[in-house]
């Protein structure tokens, strides 16, 4: 357990430790107008389960691409990067999120022998979330970066698929509240009983050291593995059940969350 901590600290609290550099928290609330869907790594495309907000690499992920279009591709490189793959990422889901399945046409493109395109149709499972409330993304980076991230927390229009649309509310200088925001299951006190809270994979930056071609590997550049997978524990309780469809309530984490 001591070990696996040593290995998320540096991703999950960013370099808070680092001396002469003054760190901000931002709090950007994003509001979801439809249904979404932020898929559990490692569930089946044909039949994927989702949790009630995207996790943290989905945030990396997401700022690093709508700062490509925003400043361009050299400037994320070279300034944007380092600032996130370090920050310190959390999430507050919304107040209440429910999760049912549908069904929906799924679509696949293929070659035949003779190299001509097709597509293939077929019916594919998967679970949709509605939220009522917003969520809420914590970043905590370097203090003078604070004017180039909010434009870009700003600017998100959807998180995961282009088809989970969300608009920001706003963004301010507020810190997370211990206890409201996902949290690695490794950084709970073990000892401490737990309500049956949400609980799924989700991926993360294996390092805050990772560099440009780790994350979009160049022509010839070796693929190298980005993300590790790490079980959350979301802020998150079932209030109803009714067969596949569940109703989540956010209720606080018990005292000692890191």
Same mark, same amino acid.
């Given at each position: ?41 490692? $569930? ?7 949790? %009630?907000? =995207? #996790?943290?690499?989905?945030?990396? +992920? @997401? &700022? /690093? ?101 969300? $608009? ?7 810190? %997370?509240? =211990? #206890?409201?925001?996902?949290?690695? +299951? @490794? &950084? /709970? ?66 005292e000692g969350v890191q």
């Amino acid at each position: 357990m001591m070990q696996r901590r040593r290995q998320i600290a540096p991703v999950q609290q960013g370099q808070a430790d680092e001396q002469q550099v003054s760190r901000v928290w931002l709090a950007a609330d994003y509001h979801f107008p439809s249904t979404y869907s932020c898929r559990i790594p490692m $569930s089946s495309m044909n039949s994927a389960s989702v949790m %009630p907000a =995207p #996790g943290p690499a989905t945030v990396r +992920l @997401a &700022l /690093l691409r709508t700062g490509i279009e925003l400043f361009g591709r050299d400037r994320v490189r070279d300034e944007l990067l380092p600032i996130l793959r370090s920050a310190g990422v959390r999430i507050r889901p919304p107040e209440r999120v429910t999760i049912s399945q549908q069904r929906i046409r799924g679509y696949k493109w293929s070659e035949d022998r003779q190299k001509r395109e097709t597509i293939q149709e077929s019916i594919i499972v998967r679970e949709m979330a509605h939220a009522r409330g917003p969520m809420t993304v914590f970043l905590q980076v370097p203090q003078e970066s604070e004017q180039m991230m909010r434009p870009l927390l700003r600017a998100i229009g959807y998180w995961g698929q282009s088809s989970s649309l969300a $608009s920001c509310l706003g963004v301010t200088n507020t810190p %997370p509240v =211990p #206890g409201e925001c996902a949290t690695p +299951l @490794a &950084l /709970l006190d073990g000892t401490l009983p737990l309500r049956p809270f949400f609980t799924c994979l989700v991926t993360e930056f294996r390092s805050d050291q990772l560099e440009w071609d780790d994350i979009v590997p160049g022509d010839g550049t070796p693929r190298t593995q980005a993300l590790r997978l790490d079980v959350y524990i979301w802020p998150m309780i079932m209030d109803y059940r009714h067969g596949t469809d569940k109703l989540l309530v956010r209720a606080p984490l018990l005292e000692g969350v890191q």
